[in-house]
């Protein structure tokens, strides 16, 4: 292995989705890991990996305590709180004081002070904060955002029984991606452990290889599955008016319609060549997703 390789990284999100697939990748290239979390009785057990915990964003304690020893920060958002941006920022103070020399941060594509996708807001935010403790942290922590776009599994997860995934979006268009590609991405950045990298500082915005309408991306998820996935645009009354009768929260209604009209205005449509750049392979088409959700299992939804 490369010395450069041999420095610690500390990875948050292992219970997850994204970072579930950061650190065995990590561990399969032989780079020493803290994996850092809530419960760490439900981490997995990878060599080279020390299991910290239960450590939250928002416990300062706890995360000094997971962090110690660890030279590079994965910082996998954590769940929408109405408090992230408080709980992100005080993981990052808890690296900073531990002596973590970078913080890679996996927010959200088309992050924004005003982004239509509510879920967007706090993880801009969270940037912000972030490049301010770059620039005024003494020495100054190194950064690297990682912008992960929407889930190529999103679409299947929000079907309902029926395989129907309806929503108030037309023609506009995402660049879905796989969770393996972001993996992928994330990881290759992670590796790059000199005293400088070139993505220091950088907003990598990590996408598919196409933008697709939902109406597209269903049809292909239909195809690649064999499942009757279909896709049924609805007016935006009648996206609020449909889930109110099923039950869902004013908050679960307001974050997943914003997720539609995001795509419908443009706000998530960019392709960028972060994938094949990063991972020397071309992204992932839709088709090819490795795995797919089960209908009607998108968080938030009822
Ligand atoms: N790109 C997209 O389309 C997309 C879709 C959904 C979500 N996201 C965002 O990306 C993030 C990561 O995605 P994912 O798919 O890996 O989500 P996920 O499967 O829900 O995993 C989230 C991970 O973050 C941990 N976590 C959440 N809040 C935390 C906190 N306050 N303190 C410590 N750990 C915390 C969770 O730990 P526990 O096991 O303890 O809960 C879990 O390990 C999400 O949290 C969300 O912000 C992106």
């Known amino acids: 292995m ?25 561990a399969g290239l032989g780079v020493p890991q803290l994996l850092v979390g809530r419960s760490p009785d439900r981490m997995p057990d990878l060599p080279g990996a020390e299991r910290r915990g239960p450590a939250a964003y928002a416990d300062a304690d706890a995360m000094r305590k997971a962090l110690q020893g660890a030279s590079t920060l994965i910082l996998v958002s954590g769940h929408r709180t109405g408090r992230r941006l408080e709980e992100h920022a005080t993981a990052v103070e808890a690296a900073i004081a531990v002596g973590v020399d970078r913080v890679l941060y996996v927010s959200l594509v088309g992050a924004a002070p005003v982004a239509t996708y509510l879920n967007a807001r706090d993880q801009w935010a969270t940037e912000q ?40 979006a037309s023609t506009g268009r995402a660049a879905f991606v796989t969770h393996e590609d972001i993996a992928d991405v994330i990881t290759a950045v992670a590796l790059d452990q000199g005293p400088r990298s070139e993505h220091d500082g950088a907003t990598l915005e990590i996408t598919g290889p196409e933008a697709l309408t939902v109406g597209e991306a269903v049809t292909r998820i239909a195809a690649a599955t064999g499942r009757p996935y279909r896709f049924e645009p609805e007016t935006v009354e009648e996206a609020f008016a449909r889930r109110w009768r099923r039950g869902m929260s004013g908050e679960q209604i307001e974050t997943w319609i914003s997720w539609y009209q995001a795509i419908e205005r443009g ?29 009607n299992t998108a968080r938030g939804v009822a």
């Open 129 to 168: 904060f972030l490049a301010g403790a770059g620039a005024g942290a003494g020495a100054g922590i190194r950064y690297t955002v990682l912008r992960a776009g929407f889930y190529t599994s999103t679409p299947a997860a929000l079907a309902d029984e029926e395989f129907v995934v309806s929503g108030p």
């Open 2 to 26: 490369a010395e450069q390789n041999r420095a610690t990284v500390a990875v948050t999100g292992v219970t997850g989705a994204l970072g579930g697939r950061v650190a065995p990748r990590l």
């Open 267 to 295: 706000e998530i449509s960019a392709v960028t060549d972060v994938v094949p750049r990063l991972t020397g392979s071309p992204a992932t088409p839709i088709a090819d997703a490795a795995w797919w959700p089960a209908p």
